[in-house]
């Protein structure tokens, strides 16, 4: 079976941040093939600011899709996209343009409410429940009226940290203890 995993990164929560750089090493365990988005340009002082914010959306689909322009997504039996933050949008978008819901899988970390103006075929989302880029509760809102499993990390920020290493480093274990269980699942 032919897999592909393509990673959407934040615009500051590179694909060599925790949480991607181990979604990254579980996926190409599971036998993925990886392709990396490391687009950039973002203007400064997005946070707030809902221009500067499409801004970076447009950025990050337009790179995104010349990234992958040379992909034909028909090619692979299972396609997981892997997003953060902004990048959660993208992915959903192209997702919505190339591939049905049932062709496509979803690990989303940190979303923004944007992300489900998209369908959202089969996924998992993580989202902390002090997220400063969020209203609190409307990620889980969201994927419950969809059916989406959601793990919220109590007092996480948008990066899931509570400011507690010890905890961190918890919280990052176990979701990717739930990150590498739905990759096996969507691998079978």
């Known amino acids: 079976m032919k897999k592909l995993a ?19 090493k579980l996926v190409a365990d599971a ?22 914010m499409l801004e970076s959306y447009r950025i990050a689909l337009a ?21 953060k933050s902004i990048g959660t949008i993208a992915a959903a978008e192209i997702a919505a343009k190339n591939l049905t819901p ?8 940190t979303p923004l409410e944007d992300t489900f103006k998209f369908p959202i075929g089969d996924a998992i989302v ?7 880029w969020v209203k609190n509760g409307a990620i889980s809102d969201q994927c419950a009226e969809r059916g989406i499993p959601c793990y919220v990390i109590q ?8 400011g507690n290493v010890q905890d961190d480093i918890e919280h990052l274990r176990k979701i990717m203890k739930k990150t590498e269980k739905y990759i096996r699942q969507i691998g079978q």
């Open 126 to 132: 993580f989202t902390g429940s002090a997220d400063p």
């Open 102 to 109: 049932v062709q496509s899988h979803f690990i989303l970390y």
């Open 63 to 83: 790179q995104s899709e010349e990234m992958l322009s040379d992909i034909d997504f028909s090619d692979y039996n299972s396609v997981l996209f892997v997003g």
């Open 155 to 162: 007092n996480g920020n948008h990066s899931l940290e509570t």
């Open 6 to 24: 393509v990673f959407f990164p934040g615009i500051g929560y590179t694909v060599d941040k925790p949480l991607l750089h181990y979604s990254r």
């Open 31 to 52: 036998g993925y093939e990886v392709k990396l988005l490391p687009y950039s340009g973002f203007p400064q002082k997005v946070k707030g600011d809902r221009d500067k």
